[in-house]
């Protein structure tokens, strides 16, 4: 069962920008692209580094540290020194209310599909 919570309101996640949440214990980064929001796991999969930290730039965040990019889609790293990709979660919006389904990871969901 898909359970989808309150993570903040739409107009405190900047358009073209990230806010830090956490949403049942899990730590997440809000990305706005337009008017899709992303959420991904808040923490570079390289350096342990929060993500939300980061600049971002239309559908991907950089870990200001090593200067590894993220597509928020999917948690795919897009260059070097970060390898592995980290985890992205379903969003949806309710009136002005951003909610995020912590339950299911889509990186964790897809691995699996494949094995």
């Not at 049942?24 to 692209?33: C, M, N, Q, T, Y």
């Not at 390898?83 to 209310?97: A, I």
Request: hydrophobic content about 40%; some cysteine; glycine content about 10%.
């Amino acid at each position: 069962m898909s359970i989808f919570v309150g993570a903040a309101a739409l107009a405190d996640v900047p358009k073209g920008g990230v806010l830090a949440v956490e949403v049942e214990g899990v730590e997440i980064a809000l990305v706005r692209d337009g008017d899709d929001v992303y959420a991904i796991a808040d923490e570079c999969s390289h350096a342990a580094i929060p993500l939300s930290e980061g600049e971002v730039e239309g559908c991907e965040i950089e870990c200001w540290l090593h200067g590894s990019r993220f597509d928020v889609r999917t948690g795919e790293p897009v260059n070097l020194p970060a390898t592995e990709p980290v985890q992205t979660y379903p969003t949806k919006l309710e009136g002005d209310t951003v909610l995020v389904n912590v339950s299911v990871s889509t990186h964790q969901a897809s691995s699996k599909s494949k094995g």
